[in-house]
């Protein structure tokens, strides 16, 4: 019954985006930080430039490369809005499993960034696109009054209709996240948009998300917890987000939650012993929920945490197959 009513995540992210016009939206460790107006903007002007100078009409599965960030949240949302489905590659893996990962899925386009290709050169069989250098292809003042008219003049169901979101629904493709390939060779995931919705509504149920909300995303886009929590539950919600693209640098952790007054955070018990060690409680205080993943956590180390810093991590469970 849910299903029947219930609106796919790009179309729930175009109204977010909207109703957080002025408010800030999504951040990251390099400083940038953008409002609903902006994200927006961002996402449809992108979706513009891809589709008129790098995909195929016909071109569904889309690569991406790129860490959590606030430019690989745009790419994924512009992608999404754009009725497409992105891929976000498992970096982690050599290149030879990326690569039967690109074939398995029938990409042709892999989306990355010069800095990201700089720290990790992956040689790959299809066309690499640097987002960095898509943008300086506008002729921007066009596209820019376009996206801008869009994201902040008119309404998100009209949107919807001109740039063919309506046309999307529930049981479309998504994603398709891989295993890690711990058994053989990686797998690839179909999830649907009724898939990540309706994990996004069942947390939301639980957690009964609020404008004051901010989660800190350190896990990839390729994990499907990094996917479905700190990538799309935030669009699709009245809160912020925020994301650093090392799990193991502790102190910048530290930082963004005092900075961005962090309520939620996804981690694994491997990494909450780096925060034991290096963040203070003073840093961790505005934290109410950290949930682990991944692997077992262990007790000892949850009443660590809890005698540092007030909260008693709750041990969540992931499982690919079911987004």
């Known amino acids: 019954f849910r299903k029947t009513y219930q609106m796919i995540a790009p179309r729930l992210f175009l109204r977010k985006c909207k109703s957080q016009r002025f408010q800030q939206k999504v951040a990251d460790s390099t400083g940038v930080e953008l409002t609903g107006g902006k994200l927006l903007t961002g996402a449809l002007l992108m979706r513009r430039l891809l589709n008129k100078y ?58 990355t960034s010069s800095k990201f290709l700089e720290k990790k050169p992956i040689e790959m069989d299809a066309n690499v ?75 939301d149920d639980l957690l009964q998300l609020a404008r004051r909300d901010c989660i800190l995303g350190i896990l990839p886009f390729f994990h499907s917890f990094g996917y479905t929590i700190a990538l799309w539950m935030p669009f699709a919600r009245n809160m912020r987000s925020c994301f650093h693209f090392n799990p193991t640098d502790a102190r910048t952790v530290g930082k963004m939650i005092e900075k961005y007054k962090v309520t939620l955070f996804t981690s694994t018990p491997t990494f909450l012993r780096h925060y034991l060690k290096r963040c203070t409680p003073e840093q961790f205080q505005s934290l109410e929920i950290v949930i682990t993943g991944a692997e077992k956590l262990p007790q000892s180390l949850a009443r660590e945490f809890e005698e540092k810093f007030g909260i008693f991590p709750t041990e969540g469970y992931g499982t690919t197959e079911l987004s």
């Open 129 to 203: 696109v640097l987002v960095d250098e898509i943008k300086l292809k506008a002729p921007d003042a066009l596209f820019n009054g376009d996206a801008l008219f869009m994201a902040y003049i008119l309404p998100a169901w009209l949107i919807e209709r001109i740039i063919g979101l309506t046309k999307v629904s529930s049981d479309d493709l998504s994603t398709v996240i891989f295993t890690s390939g711990s058994t053989g060779r990686p797998k690839g995931v179909m999830l649907t948009h009724h898939n990540i919705i309706s994990n996004i509504n069942s947390a």
């Open 54 to 111: 790098v995909l195929k009409q016909d071109e569904k599965m889309v690569g991406v490369l790129l860490p959590p960030s606030v430019g690989g949240c745009a790419v994924n949302a512009s992608l999404a809005i754009s009725g497409r489905v992105p891929i976000n590659l498992n970096y982690t893996l050599s290149d030879s499993d990326i690569n039967y990962c690109i074939r398995e899925a029938g990409i042709k386009t892999v989306l």
